[in-house]
């Protein structure tokens, strides 16, 4: 029987890189569902090594703790939110676009509440917190995704799509209140009155009410 090669050098240096990714992946997975389940000063490290697997400290050499871990999550789930709002808000060539690339941006906030529970509850937390350790990632992420906004209606005025005498600042405020109210209120709109986000039908004419709110009508 022939004898296994020893593993080479590179072989081991990527075994142990898939291991590191694989841990800290596991870590942001974990603390991603305790701090959207408890939030962050209720969740400790033992809980979220616990949930992850992996030995407690960990936690500190990947992230240099409780509140580095805490950041990486928002900054994971920020990014990719801005992401999102930079394909979709772009400037519209007509009303209809308009009104579809807005449409466009409440599907995509439904689609994160529903498909990334955690994600959405963290963002609504973080909406919450007076002093927060992920101030910085929260203003380089989430709030250019609300300047974000604030220009599309900007842009929407120029084009006489929004009503003129409307302050966009204003209205982005009142868009993202509507968002996170509905999805604050799903479980007991489910649960009193059987209707909720996750049917298609609710969520369609749910998005097309708010669209209503908040553009000019033709």
């Not at 490290?45 to 240099?64: K, T």
């Not at 990719?80 to 519209?92: C, D, E, G, N, V």
């Not at 906030?109 to 509850?121: I, N, P, Q, T, V």
């Not at 996170?180 to 749910?206: A, C, N, V, W, Y």
Request: charged share 30%.
């Amino acid at each position: 029987m022939a004898k296994k090669s020893p593993p080479t050098t590179r072989q081991k240096a990527s075994a142990l890189s898939k291991r590191d990714y694989s841990a800290r992946q596991n870590l942001l997975l974990a603390g991603k569902k305790l701090f959207a389940l408890q939030g962050l000063s209720a969740t400790s490290i033992r809980d979220i090594a616990a949930l992850a697997g992996v030995n407690s400290s960990l936690i500190s050499y990947y992230f240099s703790g409780k509140e580095g871990l805490y950041r990486a999550c928002l900054q994971e789930i920020g990014e990719a939110r801005l992401k999102a709002a930079r394909q979709i808000l772009k400037p519209a060539q007509s009303a209809e676009e308009f009104r579809l690339r807005l449409m466009m941006f409440i599907e995509s906030m439904f689609e994160l509440y529903l498909s990334d529970r955690e994600a959405g509850l963290i963002i609504i937390r973080e909406y919450d917190r007076v002093n927060s350790p992920a101030e910085g990632i929260f203003k380089e992420t989430f709030l250019k995704v609300y300047q974000a906004v604030v220009d599309f209606f900007k842009e929407g005025q120029k084009q006489d799509f929004v009503a003129q005498h409307r302050d966009p600042f204003l209205l982005a405020s009142l868009f993202f209140g509507c968002l996170s109210s509905q999805m604050r209120l799903d479980p007991l709109k489910e649960k009193m009155f059987g209707r909720s986000i996750k049917d298609e039908t609710e969520r369609k004419l749910l998005e097309e009410l708010t669209v209503e709110l908040f553009v000019k009508s033709s």
